[in-house]
């Protein structure tokens, strides 16, 4: 693992133990699930999939119930969270920042989702080029959108949260990357409520 930054160190500590205990429980895992749903309608030949910032795994469960017999991989800088990740049968757990991680497998999905509003700004570059480079064909995102960069307080914490166009500068940044669908995830859903959140679903060209 490189040289941590500041993000980094503040989610491999004590601040990311205790998110683990704020993001797990019967409920969240069925709203995931209805929400993956319908992000991954658009999406064909899925058959391995990689999760930079996993957590503890509540993605990888939904996306279990969705996708049985798929292959699960998932990376997390913190060591509490990976540790419990690995203990999800049938996922290959990584312990690794998400802009450093590294692998000789290419997964037919790559995505994120409330992970990248936590990197910082100057790395996003890096990371945006990893989980294309990663990807065989389809790169997800899941994060707050704002039309330009902006600072939100997180949890009494500055410098910690970030809403920007990830899509856009994801695009901008790779030619070969085409958007598919996107949309919104409302915290007033009645069957699946989220963070207010949106979604993009890009496909890289073949060939």
Known sequence: MTQRT??????????????????????????????????????????????????VGMNMRAIRHLMPSVSLSGVEINETACNQLKKIQGVNAHHSDIAGFTSATHYDLVFTKGVLIHIQPEQLPAVYRNMIALSKRWVMICEYYNPAPVAIPYRGHSNKLFKRDFCGEMMDSDPSLSLVDYGFLYHRD??????????????????
């Open 6 to 55: 500041e993000q980094e160190t503040f989610w491999s500590g004590e601040f990311g133990d205790e998110y683990i205990l704020r993001n797990q429980s019967p409920v969240l895992e069925a709203s995931n699930t209805m929400a993956f749903a319908h992000m991954l309608r658009r999406t064909q030949g899925v058959n391995s999939i990689l999760e930079l910032g996993a957590n």
């Open 190 to 207: 009645q069957l699946a409520p989220q963070d207010d959140m949106n979604w993009f679903l890009l496909e890289k060209k073949q060939g």
